[in-house]
């Protein structure tokens, strides 16, 4: 399994919603936030192609101004 972790930026006064459609999934969770609007989420995915379709959905989601990979780690068993 691969693990990345994110950095996403939305309006603070969107930032509860975002964390709630976040913690809605069962792959990604949030583990940090502040009063500016960013976030630091950690996503798990089987392999880099469904890691691409998760940072794609993050990044569709409503007031998400920007989300990117500031980390990850491969799964070095498979």
């Keep these: 399994m691969n693990l990345s972790a ?3 930026h939305t309006q603070p006064t969107k930032l509860p919603d975002l ?11 949030t583990h940090h936030h502040d009063e500016q609007g960013r976030l630091i989420v950690t996503v798990e995915a089987a392999d880099l192609r469904e890691d691409q379709q998760r940072l794609e959905k993050i990044q569709s989601l409503p ?5 990117e990979v500031v ?3 491969p799964d070095m068993q498979t």
């Design 19 to 29: 964390i709630t459609r976040i913690e809605a999934v069962s792959w990604a969770k």
């Design 63 to 67: 007031g998400v101004i920007s989300a």
């Design 71 to 73: 980390e990850f780690w």
């Design 6 to 8: 994110l950095l996403i």
